[in-house]
């Protein structure tokens, strides 16, 4: 079963809320990622949790807060959060190759959220 | 210059057309290859991982170039379907799990 799922589909949120994005994976993949693709842009890493510890944070804002609370789920979650955050957040998974790289990685479909 | 480049395009092609993308990278150290298709909307689907010694899977050639640092990918006789964007990811065995995404080839089959 290839397939990680992600929840919510769609997210609308204003500035003061605060909101969690999820992720899960069954395939025993032991890497998990998540990256934000605005239209028309490829997917840039915001995360890297590999064997559940943070591995990567590509300089993110605090207001980002990613969680692994165990091999198969990810969290992102969200306060304060301004208009431009505005995005397609897709969580991702793959094995861990041991050679220091990783293997392919498996895309959920994404959360596409709306800051007003 | 950027990591991973990749001619943004968009090609547009007959139905049956031979198309070939390709794609750059600047990190000698870089250590795995692949691509994916991204549907307008939708995630990054992986469509290939790129060997060495080059892969083929039906219609859809990939090969990799590890002298000149770039990868390839040949679609044979397009179809309608083959319509999406084409991205071009590289992992470099330095940088973890962070795989660097091209900009994406915009691909428009046309009847």
């Known amino acids: 079963d290839t397939e990680v799922t992600q929840t919510p589909k769609h997210l609308v949120m204003g500035m003061t809320n605060k909101k969690s994005l999820k992720c899960e994976q069954h395939m025993g993949h032991r890497a998990m990622y998540w990256y934000k693709q605005k239209a028309k842009k490829p997917p840039e890493l915001m995360f890297v949790?590999?064997?559940?510890?943070?591995?990567i944070n590509e300089s993110v804002p605090s207001r980002f807060s990613p969680e692994c609370p165990n091999s198969s789920l990810l969290n992102l979650h969200l306060h304060a959060l301004q208009p431009e955050d505005s995005a397609l957040y897709l969580c991702?998974?793959?094995?861990?190759?041991?050679?220091?790289?990783?293997?392919?990685?498996?895309f959920g479909p994404g959360t596409r959220l709306t800051v007003l | 210059r950027k990591e991973v480049e990749q001619d943004p395009g968009p090609f547009n092609v007959p139905e049956g057309a031979t198309v070939a993308f390709n794609c750059t990278y600047s990190?000698?150290?870089?250590?795995?290859f692949f691509w994916y298709r991204q549907d307008c909307r939708k995630e990054p689907k992986l469509l290939m991982s790129?060997?060495?010694s080059g892969n083929e899977d039906g219609r859809f050639t990939a090969q990799l170039n590890r002298a000149s640092q770039y990868i390839s990918l040949l679609i044979r006789d397009s179809k309608l379907s083959d319509s999406a964007t084409y991205l071009c990811?590289?992992?470099?065995?330095?940088?973890?799990?962070?795989?660097?995404f091209g900009q994406g080839t915009e691909l428009s089959v046309k009847p």
């Open positions: 949790y590999s064997y559940e510890k943070l591995s």
């Open positions: 991702a998974s793959s094995q861990v190759n041991g050679q220091g790289g990783n293997s392919e990685q498996f």
């Open positions: 990190n000698s150290a870089s250590q795995s």
């Open positions: 790129v060997y060495s």
């Open positions: 990811a590289v992992n470099s065995v330095n940088q973890g799990g962070k795989l660097i």
